[in-house]
């Protein structure tokens, strides 16, 4: 791999420090053992580094800005490395198409930036925004807080250029909005993790920035009162950008994280946090039952904050004790039945712990996250939240959920497929890897395949 | 198979007359050769059908209503003819999800007219409607004239229920907006034609009704001119329903068809049909070169008129001696070129014959209509025009065109794939098909694999 990266004039590194700093995620649960990494700087570099892989049988974990939460970009078994951050060049704008094309390594508020001034933006909205690449945005068809607007990543993703294992170089639907040619396997490599191709270029999407934007923060009784409000919302046409909500737990903590006084008042309850594309909101108002504490942003920085609480609940939870996290999906109308199921259990079966509940429930996303405020020296809590993971997984698969909404499978769910995959379809899954990507050098142990 | 109808109360048809009328679609190209039709009513019935077929290797042909333009519903070689028609219930709806569950025999239109008075509408929008059926749609992943708004059929879908080539039932994608569990198979199965599985079932994501819609009719000198439109209308964020493209041999036929005169008075020139979704078109006149003579639909039956010149075109076109229509797509800014390139070799090409053309502008959509006045008894025009695909395909390719935009491949394309898929690609599709279909009974001779 040396004499390959030297012929090439590719950086290589093999340091100890360097494998542990580019060989894992956001998640930190596993030991980092990697072979050195990579970094390609065209197609044609990616293209020989896996015709090499693949003639001498070494393993390739695709590497973008590495926030994941599912331990998808670990190296744990020694493979290479194929870090895409070197590929960040914007390659091309098409005002007619509405199209940008770009390498995979190019940082996601980088393409955001290079949009907006044009007025359009590339309409996936991540809390990782300053470091996650759009490579990885695709191979794990990213959520967000605005996918109840604009869907997952997958439905802004025009075409791709990939590198399969075995060093071919494939077009994926070139640059078209309209291809009837059959199954497109596009959108089987998006959302695979790095198990069948690399992604190494992207013509994406774009679409115009909202025109106009308002906030309102809506104190709510319960979960069910969030969904009888986000339907009202829906009857009278109300043009939703976001819905989140954030419970009481919650937000009680974000609040005392930021040493703020609750902008309810004394009352203190679960919450909704909703974006309308609007400057009108008197319909929202006459015709919705919005509780009367509700707070309309009126000024960009209380909008911003009320925002910050929505995004600074996972710091607040990570300087707790201990947390463990869950990220499912549920039909909308599950989600109180779902709940109240879990809070039955939740205090005999996790003793000292809270509950604490956020997330898309516009699309009916839930973030549980199990906080301890004491920590885990002895790794006994996450044994104990991991041994747990059956009786929550086969409640949500009662319930004709996922087990994972956004964050993918990664190393951490592969064990709990079986809840969310049927024997047929990974079966087929399967098949399809064996065509792509014969000797399973990439991505080995993450994901379906 | 009589028996297995009997067994399980079907309507089983073996006719000569019934066979001729179920076993093709709208081209007239092919001699139906059908073993019956069968209309099951339930997918338990789907599944026992296919579990017998698969057994004794008896090839099927899934159907709906039968509105294709390539072929893909035809029986060509003794299959057994699947008739979605009689599972015509909507299922469910789901106002706070905003879907709809439906059998796949539900007709389009009547789906519409059920979500009018909700407010809602699934918004793939076809001239078929009136006959077409969801199954149908999802299985060509359908596209329409509101593609540059909406997209195409395939983001709509939230889940399916499909019936294997074995009769195993799966369910793909559960009823999840958000569901990051790997790669999935919906999309797969969505624009195979029919040839992985048959969908019996689905869940529809719906959204609300366009609130208003105004509609232009715009003489432009020249294709390229109306991209420059398109391209202003975009700058100025102008919200597009639609953006056709007529040009001026299909605006005069249309017109001798109708006995209409000219809207444009003397001026006869290509012209674009717009919709927009706003009350409010002086941005729109301010910030684009719209030509003087362009016409702001005023009232409801006016709008009509214009929509129904662009929708009559494909009959008055038929009512021609001879046309061999060509469904292509290209990078939109791609078009001029290409069109240009067509223009200088057609005349020598093709004698006596004009080539009508029209379409989704706006996603890159062309039909080209090779028509000629005289009749073609001996069947040397289709053969002549059959000879020159390879040149105009080759054009598309050079161009990074697909040979089909929304028609889908059927029987008709299946000799042009090289055009347009790479042999990598269709060896992992046809890994795929065999996954799914060992003994390759569905749909054979049609779609990709």
């Not at 290589?12 to 050195?36: E, Q, S």
């Not at 996650?132 to 990543?153: D, F, S």
């Not at 954030?246 to 203190?268: Q, R, T, W, Y």
Request: net charge neutral.
């Amino acid at each position: 791999m040396e004499q390959l990266a030297k012929s090439r004039g590719l950086r290589f590194l093999t340091n100890t420090n360097d494998l542990d700093h580019w060989g894992r995620d956001w998640t930190h649960y596993f030991p980092v053992n990697a072979l050195g990494v990579i970094f390609p700087k065209t197609v044609a570099d990616v293209s020989e580094i896996l015709k090499h892989c693949h003639t001498h049988r070494i393993c390739v974990v695709p590497s973008g800005g590495r926030t994941g939460l599912v331990g998808g970009a670990y190296a744990t078994q020694g493979e290479l490395i194929l870090s895409l951050s070197q590929m960040n060049r914007i390659l091309d704008w098409d005002p007619l198409g509405l199209t940008v094309k770009v390498e995979a390594g190019v940082i996601h508020e980088t393409l955001q930036d290079y949009l907006r001034p044009k007025g359009f933006h590339w309409p996936v909205d991540l809390a990782a925004k300053g470091s996650c690449q759009i490579g990885g945005n695709l191979a794990t068809n990213a959520g967000g807080v605005r996918v109840i607007k604009y869907g997952m990543t997958r439905r802004w993703v025009q075409s791709l250029t990939v590198v399969m294992a075995n060093g071919k170089i494939l077009e994926l639907n070139g640059d078209l909005e309209k291809n009837n040619t059959g199954p497109c396997l596009r959108d089987l490599v998006i959302g695979s993790e790095g198990t069948l191709a690399v992604i190494a270029e992207a013509r994406l999407k774009v679409t115009h920035l909202p025109r106009q934007c308002l906030t309102l923060f809506a104190p709510v009784e319960n979960p069910a009162a969030a969904l009888t409000l986000l339907q009202s919302l829906r009857e009278c046409g109300a043009p939703l950008l976001a819905f989140e909500f954030i419970d009481k737990a919650s937000l009680d903590l974000v609040l005392k994280h930021c040493g703020d006084p609750n902008p309810f008042g004394e009352f203190m309850s679960d919450a909704v946090l909703i974006d309308l594309e609007t400057t009108d909101v008197s319909d929202v108002y006459a015709k919705t039952a919005l509780d009367p504490r509700t707070i309309l942003g009126e000024s960009h920085s209380q909008v911003q904050k009320f925002w910050h609480y929505r995004e600074i609940i996972t710091e607040a939870l990570d300087s707790m004790g201990f947390v463990y996290k869950h990220d499912v999906s549920l039909p909308q109308r599950e989600i109180p039945r779902f709940l109240k199921t879990v809070d039955q259990e939740f205090s005999r079966r996790f003793p000292g712990a809270t509950n604490f509940v956020f997330g898309h429930f516009g699309d009916g996303n839930l973030h549980l996250n199990f906080g301890y405020s004491a920590k885990d020296p002895d790794g006994r809590r996450l044994a104990h939240c991991e041994a747990a993971n059956d009786w929550l997984f086969n409640l949500v698969h009662q319930y004709r959920g996922a087990i994972s909404a956004e964050h993918g499978i990664g190393l951490l769910k592969r064990a709990y497929l079986r809840f969310t995959k049927s024997p047929e379809e990974l079966a087929i899954l399967h098949a399809l890897k064996k065509a792509m990507d014969p000797h399973a050098i990439l991505n080995p142990g993450k994901g379906v395949v």
